[in-house]
């Protein structure tokens, strides 16, 4: 058990739905990232938070959106969905900012498998 | 731009004997590298990482990984395959010129099928 939890584990939804994914991250973790993992295009980045700011943004439709709340624990937003979001989506936390710390080490979570149909 | 190659989708190995995963980067700058594991139906779990130094890398559950620089190179290695190796392995990369460049980009996987 790595100590990031995710929720939903699953989600089944219909095109043009929103959806808002949950994670939350270690205890004593400030970075919280997100990651797509499709058939396609493997595991993609989308965006890192730390201590409630944006501290980098990957591959991250307009259309997705995230935040990072006082108590650390993120959502991940995705609307207007269509059938090519389906994926699995990762979040991930690290104690410090990978771009304070090079070397960090990131814990996942098990993820929350959306299809959208 | 930084990226990182897995140029076998899977390998196959039968259990006992050594494996290797393959990974190659491309990065201006130093790389930070790292591997990860991804069990069935569970988050990616770290498994070693090379920063600077001895250029082998030793790991969790008896993997070591070898860097190699001119090759641009960071392979995976195990003495001696288990079943219970079988899982997708994925190899990532960072840089390390400053900046707000905090991705960690991950290769496509490979998975290891280690067979009885």
């Known amino acids: 058990d790595s100590g990031v939890t995710q929720t939903p584990k699953h989600l089944i939804t219909a095109t043009g739905q929103r959806v808002t994914l949950r994670c939350s991250p270690r205890s004593g973790d400030l970075s919280v990232y997100w990651y797509q993992q499709s058939l396609d295009q493997g595991l993609q980045f989308l965006i890192q938070y730390y201590n409630g700011e944006e501290r980098a943004k990957g591959n991250i439709l307009e259309r997705f959106s995230a935040q990072q709340f006082p108590d650390l624990h993120s959502e991940l937003n995705l609307s207007s969905l269509e059938l090519g979001d389906s994926a699995l989506y990762f979040c991930?936390?690290?104690?410090?900012?990978?771009?304070?710390?090079?070397?960090?080490?990131?814990?996942f979570g098990s993820g929350t498998q959306l299809s959208v149909l | 731009a930084q990226s990182v190659a897995q140029p076998e989708d899977q390998v196959n190995v039968a259990e006992g004997n050594p494996l290797t995963v393959k990974c190659t980067y491309s990065?201006?700058?130093?790389?930070?590298l790292f591997w990860y594991v991804q069990y069935p139906n569970r988050g990616l779990q770290f498994l070693l990482k090379y920063i600077t130094g001895d250029n082998l890398v030793k790991g969790s559950y008896g993997f070591e990984a070898e860097f190699n620089k001119s090759q641009t190179s960071f392979h995976l290695k195990k003495p001696s395959a288990l079943v219970s190796d079988s899982a997708l392995y994925f190899c990532a990369v960072r840089t390390s010129y400053g900046g707000a460049t905090n991705k960690l980009i991950f290769g496509t996987g490979t998975l290891l099928a280690v067979q009885p």
């Open positions: 990065v201006s700058g130093n790389p930070y």
């Open positions: 991930a936390s690290s104690v410090q900012d990978l771009g304070v710390s090079w070397s960090e080490k990131l814990f």
